[in-house]
């Protein structure tokens, strides 16, 4: 069974932009990790996240390179179905005093689907 790495808007900003100290580094080991046939999932709100900051803070290059990244499906991008937005909308009501935000919320949720389909 292969390796799945839950992967957040942070390093997707680190591998794209070439001024971020962490470029080289992450780069790398995601690298190294899809070569042990790994692979990566992630959400459309991190999708969304990175690419915004990326273009913003990057340009369009660095953007571009990240939607290259989803469209050959170098990331694996996990459904969010009603049921998913509706949990989030439960945490919200409950915890509304504390910030939260829907990229984070999403990958929770990715965290516990694919806890409940891994043997």
């Known amino acids: ?52 900051m990326l273009h913003t803070h990057t340009g369009l290059k660095a953007q571009t390179g990240l939607f290259k990244w989803v469209i050959e499906e170098y990331l694996e991008i996990f459904d969010l179905k009603p049921e998913h937005i509706r949990r989030v909308l439960t945490l919200q009501e409950k915890y509304h005093d504390l910030p939260m935000e829907f990229a984070v919320e999403a990958q929770k949720l990715l965290s516990i689907s694919l806890e409940g389909s891994v043997g």
């Open 1 to 52: 069974m292969p390796n799945i790495a839950l992967i957040d808007a942070g390093p997707l900003i680190a591998v794209f932009n070439s001024n971020d100290s962490f470029h080289g580094k992450i780069k790398e080991r995601l690298k190294e990790f899809r070569l042990q046939h790994g692979r990566f999932i992630t959400t459309w709100p991190v999708i969304s996240e990175a690419a915004y």
